[in-house]
């Protein structure tokens, strides 16, 4: 079966400061990635998406960036957070397929002060 | 730009009761997803509707797609308090391998 892990799991940060947010996929192979932000009490946003190695799409143009330096794993970074970077963060996967669902990780909780 | 949306935003409703709730989008699509959210956790996939006409049912959830209407509906039959969360409609952006979120309905389930 497939799982999909994301850590941490909470991490608070002062403004400024570098983010690195990890995702991995195991039991399945090049699966789409994604990238979404979640504000308190609000819908999901896309950040990144990703068809394959070193390939990302860009959905909204900020202080964030990623990458996937391996088939099953996707980075988030940015090298100076800002106060608005706060949010629900979450990683999910879908087969390459038009039918596919997507799944999702158990998400990071960033605030940053 | 595909939009989605969903309606109510809130709900609150008595439990045993009968309730509906939509998602409307804006261009042609016919991947339509919905998704649950618990208080402070990830999203839990519940159905995948991939064609005209198609429905889906688990326990007291039923969920039912219109591609012509660009519409989907998820219909909760004689709700109970484990029920509330948090729904979202996805729909599939054709040509892209993109989901596009509904801004989710809150629904709290009163015993």
């Known amino acids: 079966s497939q799982t999909i892990h994301q850590w941490p799991a909470t991490l608070v940060q002062p403004v400024g400061s570098p983010l690195s947010l990890e995702c991995t996929v195991e039991g399945t192979s090049n699966p789409n990635l994604y990238w979404y932000r979640q504000a308190a009490g609000r819908g999901l946003q896309l950040l990144f998406y990703s068809v394959g190695i070193g390939q990302i799409s860009s959905e909204v143009p900020q202080n964030l960036s990623a990458s996937r330096p391996q088939d099953r794993q996707f980075i988030l970074s940015s090298k100076k957070l800002l106060l608005s970077d706060s949010g629900f963060y979450l990683c999910?996967?879908?087969?390459?397929?038009?039918?596919?669902?997507?799944?999702f990780g158990p998400g990071t909780r960033l605030t940053v002060l | 730009e595909l939009k989605v949306e969903q309606n109510p935003l809130f709900l609150s409703m008595q439990e045993g009761k009968n309730y509906t709730i939509y998602c409307n989008y804006s261009t042609t699509s016919d991947r339509l997803y919905w998704y649950r959210q618990d208080p402070g956790k990830s999203l839990e996939s519940l159905f995948v509707?991939?064609?005209?006409?198609a429905v889906k049912q688990e326990g007291r959830l039923m969920a039912s797609l219109d591609t012509k209407a660009r519409l989907s509906t998820l219909h909760i039959t004689a709700a109970v308090h484990d029920l509330s969360a948090t729904y979202f409609c996805a729909v599939g952006d054709p040509g892209t391998y993109k989901y596009i979120f509904g801004t989710g309905t809150r629904l709290k389930v009163l015993a």
């Open positions: 999910a996967w879908s087969r390459g397929r038009d039918d596919s669902s997507q799944f």
């Open positions: 509707l991939l064609s005209n006409g």
